[in-house]
């Protein structure tokens, strides 16, 4: 009797203690893959199974999914983003970045056929938001605009300062331009050689896509074939401080940026 | 009586008679040796390791993990530039046609710049050297490619031509063999007069093949032979193609065994594009000739440049050579199916066969 009441006592405290508040609880995503390091010995039909012993629950890790990179994540965007698209567009990112800044903003969908199909460019709507030629344009823009670049001209014959010029200079630093039309020299022309226009500066406007335009600063420099003829080396040339070559031009300029 | 003989005897006993009286012990060869599964195993650990020779490293750099980047660069992953005005790190390395590389070139070279108008044009190939096995790789190679246009290349080469018949000594010499002759030259080598060392190459008719044989012996490596193209029928090709071809050795990178790389001048800029292109083709087709029989690319990267411009302008070298090989596939005859040709089809019963063979013979 006693048995009973005792049973019956703990039964009800226990009730008691193991109810909890309903705790939100996470589905817990942690999968180790593992393979067996000792092969199960094999048994015949309709037989037990072989005992298992220690060495086989010795595991070997395969892969941990914790750690495996997750694979880029296809988003249609909705509106124009820098360096990522356009509208429309479809574009394939990295899935942390897709969620934080694309899919919780609300300015990208996940690529599934009825988002694809519903924020698809339409033909009217592609003339209307053409502010921006390409997700990277304004990328190259401010590069352009941040950097001095050396033009190398001959200290011996005689130049003029054409738009190929200035292309193969930046071609030199890893700014390609691809055709010369997209490159404004200043209206005056600049002969040479005249050591007077060494490291002065003077403004090329480039046009990217035929739309953005960058104002890049460049600094003439006399480069001689032969060694002992060469300027001294100046020492990270762009840090310093130089004259502009069309005093009157670089002032509207620079009043004007 | 016996027994009173004086203890003496007993003494000295015969070796007979110390092992009969010897309490007989089993002593077979104690088998000390351990397990036969034991043993396999000990054997297996002893397997040979190869000892690499490495070369003396100072005391201060030999802990030092070195950081190996693999030098057969990979840049697929980034993207490719749509604008008309872009940044070369964030995307694919631009690929020029080899007429816009060296117009290129050209510009950087033009009077008004560095004014170096007839500067020299290099390639720098890279070259994947895998073997057939993925340990083996192939063998370091210095060969001769023929070009069709030449340049000035700054080297001195002698050429010794064989040739019979005063018109066959007469087209070598203008082609511009160093010398020229006929048996009279191999008699004078024969003789010591003239040291066949001080030229580089030696080429033949094939009219004079008989006369040179005497001196087969001295000449050894150099003996003219059809393989190398030194033994032929067109003299004033052969002597023009060791006159004029580019030299150039590949050589397998010390720390990654499966990249080699070389530059090889294939021109000046001053020469016309066209010719400058098929200059450049025929050294590309010269290094596949030591193509491996493998899968995959074994010319990966080509670049043009140009001192003293320090640009390196990529170009596509699979306009000039196959980036993949085909093989005539291996087929087994689980893997005979219908649509397979009638040769195919013989070629795996013919296989069966051997199999069979080999089965009855096991």
Same mark, same amino acid.
């Given at each position: 009797?006693?048995?009973?009441?005792?049973?019956?006592?703990?039964?009800?405290?226990?009730?008691?203690?193991?109810? *909890?508040?309903?705790?939100?609880?996470?589905?817990?995503?942690?999968?180790?893959?593992?393979?067996?390091?000792?092969?199960?010995?094999?048994?015949?039909?309709?037989?037990?199974?072989?005992?298992?012993?220690?060495?086989?629950?010795?595991?070997?890790?395969?892969?941990?999914?914790?750690?495996?990179?997750?694979?880029?994540?296809?988003?249609?965007?909705?509106?124009?983003?820098?360096?990522?698209? !356009?509208?429309?567009?479809?574009?394939?990112?990295?899935?942390?970045?897709? +969620?934080?800044?694309?899919?919780?903003?609300?300015?990208?969908?996940?690529?599934?056929?009825?988002?694809?199909?519903? +924020?698809?460019?339409?033909?009217?709507?592609?003339?209307?938001?053409?502010?921006? *030629?390409?997700?990277?344009? /304004?990328?190259?823009?401010?590069?352009?605009?941040?950097?001095?670049? #050396?033009?190398?001209?001959?200290?011996?014959?005689?130049?003029?300062?054409?738009?190929?010029?200035?292309?193969?200079?930046?071609?030199?630093?890893?700014?390609?331009?691809?055709?010369?039309?997209? $490159?404004?020299?200043?209206?005056?022309?600049?002969?040479?050689?005249?050591?007077?226009? /060494?490291?002065?500066?003077?403004?090329?406007?480039?046009?990217?896509?035929?739309?953005?335009?960058?104002?890049?600063?460049?600094?003439?420099?006399?480069?001689?074939?032969?060694? *002992?003829?060469?300027?001294? +080396?100046?020492?990270?040339?762009?840090?310093?401080?130089?004259?502009?070559?069309?005093?009157?031009?670089?002032?509207?300029?620079?009043?004007?940026? | 009586?016996?027994?009173?003989?004086?203890?003496?005897?007993?003494?000295?006993?015969?070796?007979?008679?110390?092992?009969? =009286?010897?309490?007989?012990?089993?002593?077979?060869?104690?088998?000390? #040796?351990?397990?036969?599964?034991?043993?396999?195993?000990?054997?297996?650990?002893?397997?040979?390791?190869?000892?690499?020779?490495?070369?003396?490293?100072?005391?201060?750099?030999?802990?030092?993990?070195?950081?190996?980047?693999?030098?057969?660069?990979?840049?697929?992953?980034? /993207? $490719?530039?749509?604008?008309?005005?872009? $940044?070369?790190?964030?995307?694919?390395?631009?690929?020029?046609?080899?007429?816009?590389?060296?117009?290129?070139?050209?510009?950087?070279?033009?009077?008004? @710049?560095?004014?170096?108008? =007839?500067?020299?044009?290099?390639?720098? $190939?890279?070259?994947?050297?895998?073997?057939?096995?993925?340990?083996?790789?192939?063998?370091?190679?210095?060969? @001769? #490619?023929?070009?069709?246009?030449?340049?000035?290349?700054?080297?001195?080469?002698?050429?010794?031509?064989?040739?019979?018949?005063?018109?066959?000594?007469?087209?070598?010499?203008?082609?511009?063999?160093?010398?020229?002759?006929?048996?009279?030259?191999?008699?004078?080598?024969?003789?010591?007069?003239?040291?066949?060392?001080?030229?580089?190459?030696?080429?033949?008719?094939?009219?004079?093949?008989?006369?040179?044989?005497?001196?087969?012996?001295?000449? !050894?490596?150099?003996?003219?032979?059809?393989?190398?193209g030194t033994l032929g029928t067109d003299l004033e090709e052969m002597v023009q193609k060791f006159l004029n071809g580019i030299t +150039?050795?590949?050589?397998?990178?010390?720390?990654?065994? =499966?990249?080699?790389?070389?530059?090889?001048?294939?021109?000046?800029?001053? @020469?016309?594009?066209?010719?400058?292109?098929?200059?450049?083709?025929?050294?590309?087709?010269?290094?596949?000739?030591?193509?491996?029989?493998?899968?995959?690319?074994?010319?990966?990267?080509?670049?043009?440049?140009?001192?003293?411009?320090?640009?390196?302008?990529?170009?596509?070298?699979?306009?000039?050579?196959?980036?993949?090989?085909?093989?005539? !596939?291996?087929?087994?005859?689980?893997?005979?199916?219908?649509?397979?040709?009638?040769?195919?089809?013989? #070629?795996?019963?013919?296989?069966?066969?051997?199999?069979?063979?080999?089965?009855?013979?096991?």
């Amino acid at each position: 009797m006693l048995r009973s009441i005792f049973k019956s006592g703990i039964n009800s405290i226990s009730t008691h203690l193991l109810t *909890s508040n309903n705790a939100v609880t996470q589905q817990v995503r942690t999968t180790f893959i593992l393979r067996r390091k000792y092969p199960l010995e094999l048994h015949k039909k309709n037989q037990k199974p072989r005992k298992l012993r220690g060495k086989h629950f010795n595991y070997v890790l395969v892969e941990d999914t914790n750690r495996t990179v997750k694979p880029d994540i296809e988003v249609v965007l909705k509106q124009f983003i820098h360096g990522v698209g !356009k509208k429309g567009e479809i574009v394939k990112v990295r899935p942390n970045f897709a +969620y934080n800044e694309l899919l919780l903003t609300d300015k990208a969908a996940y690529a599934t056929p009825e988002n694809i199909e519903k +924020y698809k460019l339409k033909e009217g709507e592609e003339s209307q938001e053409e502010k921006y *030629s390409s997700p990277y344009a /304004q990328r190259t823009v401010n590069m352009l605009q941040n950097r001095v670049f #050396a033009i190398v001209m001959n200290k011996e014959q005689p130049w003029v300062i054409e738009p190929w010029h200035v292309r193969a200079s930046l071609r030199k630093c890893g700014y390609h331009i691809l055709s010369d039309d997209a $490159i404004e020299l200043p209206q005056e022309k600049i002969t040479g050689p005249d050591l007077q226009k /060494q490291n002065k500066e003077f403004i090329v406007t480039v046009t990217i896509n035929k739309m953005e335009k960058a104002k890049v600063r460049c600094r003439i420099h006399h480069w001689s074939t032969n060694p *002992s003829d060469r300027l001294p +080396y100046v020492y990270e040339h762009w840090l310093q401080d130089t004259e502009p070559l069309f005093p009157s031009e670089q002032k509207s300029n620079e009043s004007s940026s | 009586m016996l027994r009173k003989l004086p203890s003496l005897f007993n003494n000295i006993l015969s070796v007979n008679q110390v092992r009969q =009286n010897a309490r007989p012990l089993f002593i077979s060869a104690t088998n000390e #040796a351990a397990r036969k599964g034991t043993r396999e195993k000990a054997r297996k650990k002893k397997v040979k390791v190869e000892i690499k020779k490495v070369g003396f490293i100072p005391h201060n750099l030999r802990k030092k993990v070195r950081v190996t980047v693999n030098k057969h660069q990979d840049d697929s992953w980034k /993207q $490719i530039p749509q604008d008309d005005v872009y $940044i070369q790190k964030y995307y694919q390395y631009r690929t020029f046609t080899v007429e816009d590389a060296i117009k290129c070139h050209q510009e950087t070279h033009h009077p008004t @710049m560095y004014n170096v108008p =007839n500067a020299p044009i290099l390639a720098e $190939i890279e070259i994947n050297m895998q073997g057939e096995k993925i340990t083996r790789f192939v063998d370091n190679f210095h060969r @001769m #490619a023929p070009i069709n246009y030449k340049f000035n290349h700054g080297e001195e080469r002698t050429v010794l031509a064989f040739a019979k018949g005063q018109e066959y000594i007469d087209i070598a010499k203008k082609a511009g063999a160093t010398l020229a002759g006929d048996g009279g030259l191999v008699k004078s080598i024969q003789n010591g007069d003239l040291s066949f060392n001080d030229f580089q190459f030696i080429v033949a008719h094939s009219n004079i093949l008989h006369e040179i044989m005497p001196i087969r012996g001295l000449l !050894k490596r150099r003996f003219p032979n059809p393989k190398n193209g030194t033994l032929g029928t067109d003299l004033e090709e052969m002597v023009q193609k060791f006159l004029n071809g580019i030299t +150039y050795s590949v050589k397998k990178d010390e720390n990654q065994q =499966n990249f080699a790389n070389l530059t090889a001048q294939f021109g000046t800029l001053d @020469m016309d594009v066209k010719h400058l292109e098929d200059n450049l083709a025929s050294l590309l087709q010269d290094i596949n000739k030591m193509r491996p029989k493998r899968e995959g690319k074994f010319i990966t990267r080509v670049y043009i440049n140009s001192p003293p411009s320090s640009e390196k302008l990529k170009i596509n070298p699979f306009v000039y050579v196959p980036e993949e090989q085909t093989f005539a !596939k291996k087929k087994t005859s689980a893997k005979v199916a219908e649509e397979e040709d009638e040769d195919e089809a013989t #070629a795996a019963e013919d296989e069966e066969e051997v199999k069979e063979k080999k089965e009855a013979v096991n």
